[in-house]
């Protein structure tokens, strides 16, 4: 067990070096322009949701595995709601109305601004009532990938919001992708197809671009290259930071197959997935999956005008209906002047 911890602090040592070398020689354009790897961005704890920001945005991503207790939505939206924007991605979302819940629970404060659907994986963005008059161009789209989600309801692939709030461009996108470890390229396939196909119908090659894009959703991409009881050891002893070095969608980031330019919160919460449902025990299956951060959200930011600030990017363990943990952020944007 100590071998294995020296190993790897070791990798996640030269990755954090990495990064922090081409930061400090001001080659962060260029680190990521030649694909080295998703930006790793600190989390500023200071904002609650302040009157500082032009615009705060709550996201949450949740693969439900097909449950829906009504107690669980309340926790996802949060009792303070001083947010402007919620964006909530789904994957395994059961049949039950999942708007109509929403809505009814966000009543008092939010309106929905927009919604994509996709049977099982959906997507819902509100705003404080009232918010007409700030939004524009609200559209809708989704992309299927392969599976048998006509079957049994549970379709892999992504649907996205593109809307315009408060003068900013914004692409929102909740996707599900393949699953098991061994499918890494099909998932990196499948991301690049997404990406390419969303909002490709009938592009405008004037219109304004997004100036804000966010991945959120079960993306799938496993912890590779460590059996399950060593990653559990190091997790129950708060050591979880240390298997970042074995992440797929890291590793992929850094090889240039994915999420070129994006940022993304540090891995502070514990893996996110395979758990035991109505516990916070992982897989105890004759599987005895090895946990892995399956459930992301990602951003990224293309316009000199921008300022984005990360306040949270955590798990919520206190929710036990599903096999996965819901993983929520806490973005702010500042427009200069």
């Known amino acids: 067990m100590e071998g294995l911890c020296v190993k790897l602090f070791e990798a996640s040592r030269k990755y954090k070096m990495k990064r922090h070398k081409a930061e400090a020689i001001g080659m962060v354009d260029s680190f990521e322009a030649s694909h080295e790897g998703i930006k790793t961005v600190d989390i500023q704890k200071r ?9 705060c945005i709550y996201f949450v991503t949740w693969n439900m595995n097909g449950q829906v207790p009504c107690e669980d939505i309340a926790k996802l939206v949060g009792e303070d709601r001083k947010y402007d924007l919620l964006v909530m991605g789904l994957q395994e979302a059961p049949r039950n109305n999942i708007c109509k819940l929403l809505k009814n629970t966000l009543a008092d404060t939010h309106m929905l601004l927009g919604k994509s659907v996709m049977q099982s994986v959906q997507l819902y963005v509100f705003g404080p009532k009232n918010s007409e008059q700030f939004t524009r161009e609200v559209k809708v789209d989704k992309h299927e990938v392969g599976g048998l989600g006509w079957l049994i309801r549970r379709k892999k692939g992504a649907v996205a919001i593109k809307i315009s709030y408060k ?16 499918n890494v390229e099909e998932r990196n396939l499948q991301f690049k197809h997404i ?143």
């Not at 930011?301 to 943990?325: F, G, M, P, R, V």
Request: proline share 3%; aromatic share 10%.
């Open 47 to 55: 904002c609650e949701f302040s009157g500082t920001s032009h615009l």
């Open 167 to 182: 003068g900013i461009q914004m692409v929102f996108i909740s996707c599900h992708l393949s699953a098991h470890a061994r």
């Open 195 to 337: 990406s390419n196909s969303l909002f490709s119908k009938n592009r405008n090659p004037y219109a304004k671009s997004a100036q804000l894009t966010v991945w959120l959703g079960d993306l799938n991409y496993r912890l590779q290259g460590i059996n399950s009881y060593p990653a559990r050891d190091l997790i129950h002893g708060n050591l979880h930071q240390m298997l970042t070095s074995k992440d797929q969608l890291l590793q992929e980031a850094e090889r240039g197959e994915i999420f070129n330019g994006y940022c993304e919160g540090a891995l502070d919460f514990k893996p996110t997935y395979k758990y035991d449902i109505g516990s916070s025990s992982y897989d105890t299956s004759h599987k005895v999956r090895v946990p892995s951060w399956t459930d992301r959200i990602l951003f990224k930011i293309d316009s000199n005008n921008i300022n984005a600030t990360l306040h949270s990017y955590e798990a919520i363990e206190s929710i036990q209906s599903s096999d996965h943990k819901p993983v929520k952020a806490h973005l702010c944007l500042k427009l200069e002047k």
